[in-house]
């Protein structure tokens, strides 16, 4: 079946440094891939999305690449702010499956100034 | 107003009350979800409603009862609810043959 399996958090860094986030899937067919924030007391929203293999989303200095030979879609962004702090969710949307978001567990980010 | 509005942000409510969760969507999308969210647990989907229609139920307790009368509001109603229905619970909308849904905030529901 499909799943999305994303590295555990937290995850603390400083202002200013280099991000990754983990994320690999499975998947049958070629699904959309999606991340999305949740900030602190709020819903989530629509960070990036990718929709075929070697796409790139891109927002906010976030990026990831939809790699279908490794089956990842790692979020990375080149420097924090400390407004970055939230719950970062990867998804997939397999067009097959009632078209139902699949999410991984989410993994929490906290910058510090 | 844009986007997807729930109100209230906030409810505790006891065992025996009944009470109503409310979804609004403004972006003239035509497919609305309940999502339930917990603490170190994925998102669960509850209920997804397409063109109206409820078209999917995922095992949840009749105690949770969802209405959609019509595409841009949503309701979730709830009776006897237990302590470990406390949770933060989403509504989403969508554009059916599109990717990509728009959350609201949440209500965070806790039962005592």
């Known amino acids: 079946g499909n799943s999305v399996t994303q590295m555990e958090g937290p995850v603390t860094l400083s202002e200013e440094a280099f991000l990754t986030i983990n994320c690999t899937y499975t998947a049958t067919g070629y699904p959309s891939l999606f991340w999305y924030v949740q900030y602190p007391g709020e819903g989530l929203q629509l960070l990036l999305k990718?929709?075929?293999a070697d796409d790139k989303g891109s927002n906010k200095g976030f990026e990831a690449t939809y790699r279908k030979e490794t089956t990842s879609f790692h979020l990375e962004k080149g420097s924090v702010q400390v407004s970055d702090s939230a719950v970062y969710f990867c998804a997939l949307l397999n067009a097959g499956n009632n078209r139902k978001l699949i999410w991984g567990l989410g993994t929490s980010l906290a910058v510090n100034p | 107003e844009t986007g997807v509005t729930q109100t209230p942000r906030h409810l505790v409510m006891g065992m025996t009350n009944k009470k109503s969760l409310k979804c609004e969507q403004h972006?003239?999308?035509?497919?609305m979800y309940w999502y339930k969210q917990s603490a170190k647990k994925p998102l669960e989907l509850m209920f997804v409603?397409?063109?109206?229609?409820?078209?999917e139920n995922n095992s949840v307790p009749s105690r949770f009862s969802p209405e959609c009368p019509n595409s841009s509001h949503l309701f979730l109603h709830l009776h006897t609810l237990q302590p470990e229905d406390s949770a933060l619970y989403l509504c989403?909308?969508?554009?059916?043959?599109?990717?990509?849904?728009?959350f609201g905030s949440g209500t965070r529901l806790t039962v005592v």
């Open positions: 972006l003239g999308h035509n497919a």
């Open positions: 990718a929709t075929k």
């Open positions: 409603y397409s063109l109206e229609e409820r078209v």
């Open positions: 989403a909308s969508s554009q059916v043959d599109r990717a990509g849904y728009t």
